[in-house]
């Protein structure tokens, strides 16, 4: 074989193996198009990532001064916030303004907050504000405004003779009033609460928890089949006579299931620096539909938990791709 036939050999297996890349090209494409479709709650790609699963993985009012003023039920103080149990409430003695305030142990980054298990009425409202220095001086770094407790049902979906005018999603709900905001630098925080006195109501108001934080939204979000389950502790048993008896009590709270399958080394490293820090025993709060256009689910789908069983197991999938499965009660 001379070289101008050796060199059309040669020529002619380059073009094969380029065509071959190609196609191999081609489909990756095609698989990159619609595997978006696939990897998000919801069924598209959700350019905006203030949707995306979020979780409050620091609370910085844990290591801050914490003051209220006008002063609170002596036996239910401001710190009972920090406390899991759904006993230990803050409760005030007024529904007039009440103003929380403090020193972060340091400058921190805080773009979440959340005032939990309250029972603030349809007039209730809170404005957070966070300073760049401490004892609430320099710069105003984020204030909120006033912003209301609950989420009003809007007129267009109101059952007119069902739902009083001003009615609220989820009043039969552990209510949280979550606040998420871009990230900022501060050293101190003043959060002012207050309510309405009105015919057939109390005068006070109460609040299970309260977190100041920061949170960690993964870059894809969690995939299709998430779930959230109401768990009871009843007891079914039939009689002779086949009816069904049943003894427990009422209250009842959330159980969550989701998977997050496409984590990046960025996102399952700082996942599981969290997991090993809180554990199955410290509590912390989810929410999978954040700021979502339907109320009740973004108010179903938010609560402080804790993990449940094994702790997340962590999986390298495929190169620079790793997978979690995800199990969270309720406190």
Same mark, same amino acid.
């Given at each position: 074989?001379?070289?101008?036939?050796?060199?059309?050999? &040669?020529?002619? /297996?380059?073009?094969?193996?380029?065509?071959?890349?190609?196609?191999? @090209?081609?489909? =990756?494409?095609?698989?990159?198009?619609?595997?978006?479709?696939?990897?998000?709650?919801?069924?598209?790609?959700?350019?905006?990532?203030?949707?995306?699963?979020?979780? #409050?993985?620091?609370?910085?009012?844990?290591?801050?001064?914490?003051? $209220?003023?006008?002063?609170?039920? &002596?036996?239910?103080?401001?710190?009972?916030? =920090? @406390?899991?149990?759904?006993?230990?409430?803050?409760?005030?003695?007024?529904?007039?303004?009440?103003? #929380?305030?403090?020193?972060? *142990?340091?400058?921190?980054?805080?773009?979440?907050?959340?005032?939990?298990?309250?029972?603030?009425?349809?007039?209730?409202?809170?404005?957070?504000?966070?300073?760049? *220095?401490?004892?609430?001086?320099?710069?105003?770094?984020?204030?909120?405004?006033?912003?209301?407790?609950?989420?009003?049902?809007?007129?267009?979906?109101?059952? $007119?003779?069902?739902?009083? %005018?001003?009615?609220?999603?989820?009043?039969?709900?552990?209510?949280?009033?979550?606040? %998420?905001?871009?990230?900022?630098?501060?050293?101190?925080? /003043?959060?002012?609460?207050?309510?309405?006195?009105?015919?057939?109501?109390?005068?006070?108001?109460? &609040?299970?928890?309260?977190?100041?934080?920061?949170?960690?939204?993964?870059?894809?979000?969690?995939?299709?089949? &998430?779930?959230?389950?109401?768990?009871?502790?009843?007891?079914?048993?039939?009689?002779?006579?086949?009816?069904?008896?049943?003894?427990?009590?009422? *209250?009842?709270?959330?159980?969550?299931?989701?998977?997050?399958? %496409?984590?990046?080394?960025?996102?399952?490293?700082? =996942?599981?620096?969290?997991?090993?820090?809180?554990?199955?025993?410290?509590?912390?709060?989810?929410? @999978?539909?954040?700021?979502?256009?339907?109320? #009740?689910?973004?108010?179903?789908?938010?609560?402080?938990?804790?993990?449940?069983?094994?702790?997340?197991?962590?999986?390298?999938?495929?190169?620079?791709?790793?997978?979690?499965?995800?199990?969270?009660?309720? $406190?």
């Amino acid at each position: 074989m001379d070289v101008l036939e050796q060199n059309n050999v &040669a020529f002619g /297996r380059a073009g094969d193996l380029i065509g071959a890349l190609e196609v191999r @090209m081609e489909v =990756l494409e095609r698989l990159a198009r619609q595997a978006p479709s696939r990897l998000q709650a919801g069924g598209s790609v959700r350019r905006n990532r203030d949707n995306f699963l979020k979780i #409050i993985v620091e609370n910085y009012l844990e290591t801050a001064t914490m003051n $209220i003023s006008p002063a609170p039920y &002596a036996t239910m103080p401001v710190e009972h916030l =920090l @406390m899991p149990e759904r006993e230990a409430v803050l409760m005030t003695q007024s529904c007039s303004e009440h103003v #929380i305030s403090g020193n972060f *142990d340091r400058r921190r980054v805080v773009n979440a907050a959340v005032l939990g298990g309250h029972t603030l009425s349809v007039w209730g409202k809170h404005r957070l504000e966070l300073f760049a *220095d401490y004892d609430f001086q320099g710069k105003l770094e984020y204030d909120s405004g006033l912003t209301l407790a609950r989420r009003r049902v809007p007129l267009q979906q109101l059952q $007119i003779g069902v739902q009083p %005018w001003g009615a609220t999603y989820g009043d039969d709900l552990m209510q949280a009033a979550p606040l %998420w905001f871009e990230s900022v630098f501060a050293k101190s925080y /003043r959060w002012t609460i207050h309510d309405r006195t009105a015919s057939g109501r109390p005068d006070y108001w109460q &609040a299970g928890y309260g977190i100041i934080g920061r949170s960690w939204s993964p870059e894809v979000n969690f995939d299709w089949d &998430a779930s959230i389950q109401w768990v009871q502790d009843v007891h079914h048993e039939r009689s002779e006579g086949k009816s069904l008896h049943s003894e427990g009590t009422h *209250d009842k709270y959330r159980r969550a299931n989701f998977s997050l399958h %496409w984590l990046s080394e960025a996102d399952a490293n700082l =996942l599981y620096e969290f997991i090993r820090q809180f554990g199955g025993l410290k509590e912390f709060y989810v929410s @999978m539909y954040p700021k979502y256009h339907s109320a #009740i689910r973004e108010i179903e789908h938010g609560f402080l938990g804790r993990f449940t069983g094994e702790l997340p197991e962590r999986k390298h999938a495929h190169p620079n791709n790793y997978t979690a499965p995800i199990e969270l009660e309720e $406190i």
